[in-house]
């Protein structure tokens, strides 16, 4: 496609539930990172990727979190044992090198 | 650590104003400045990108500048109009990662 597609658009999860996100970026761009953001702020960065290496996980909150991106395209981000706490937005965004960034439309999760 | 801070968080103006949003960073050393707009319930859309060795670009009605020695970073928005309305993010784009501003709210009124 030509523009960064995540999905789903909206998640429910059970506090205590496994959850994936996927990522599928534009294609051709080397860089692609995950953010969190909660309701009224602005996005938290969680990890980066350059191809198939996670170069900064820094982000990450906990071990719960974990992402990848096996083939250096599609990225999954990956939750565990959820709670209601990780309840936000998980934003996706790709980009060619270090330079303009392109967002999904975002993943909602709710944690209930 | 890069520090990104907005002012003002929220504005309401009548349509047909002129209007200027600020973003402030903490390290000089801004890698490129991106202005994007968020609408409610949806993704960042990039509106605007500054290099680092770039003073402003426009495009449109919108015209971003950028000063790296007095750390800002100004987005203008000329002739508003209610299509304009969205929540504004300032991001130092570092090597390895975006840092946001927490945003401005935008409402233009008819």
């Known amino acids: 496609g030509a523009g960064v597609s995540q999905s789903p658009r909206y998640k429910v999860a059970k506090r205590g539930q496994d959850v994936a996100l996927r990522c599928d970026p534009i294609s051709g761009h080397v860089s692609l990172f995950w953010y969190q953001q909660a309701l009224g702020q602005g996005p938290e960065f969680l990890t980066y990727f350059q191809n198939e290496a996670q170069l900064d996980k820094s982000g990450l909150p906990s071990d719960r979190f974990f992402a990848e991106r096996p083939e250096g395209s599609v990225s999954t981000l990956k939750i565990q044992r959820t709670q209601q706490e990780d309840s936000a937005v998980y934003l996706c965004?790709?980009?060619?090198?270090?330079?303009?960034?392109?967002f999904g439309q975002g993943t909602r999760l709710t944690v209930v | 650590k890069q520090e990104v801070t907005q002012i003002p968080a929220a504005l309401s103006v009548p349509e047909g104003e002129n209007l200027v949003l600020n973003c402030s960073f903490t390290?000089?050393?801004?890698?490129?400045l991106q202005w994007f707009r968020q609408d409610p319930g949806k993704g960042l859309t990039s509106l605007l990108l500054?290099?680092?060795?770039?003073r402003e670009q426009t495009s449109g009605r919108l015209n971003a500048s950028l000063d790296k020695s007095s750390g800002r970073s100004t987005l203008y928005i000329a002739a508003s109009q209610p299509g304009d309305s969205a929540t504004y993010l300032c991001a130092d784009t570092g090597f390895q990662k975006l840092v946001f501003g927490t945003g401005t709210r935008l409402l233009v009124s008819p």
């Open positions: 390290d000089s050393a801004i890698y490129n």
């Open positions: 965004a790709s980009s060619p090198s270090a330079s303009e960034a392109f």
């Open positions: 500054i290099q680092s060795s770039q």
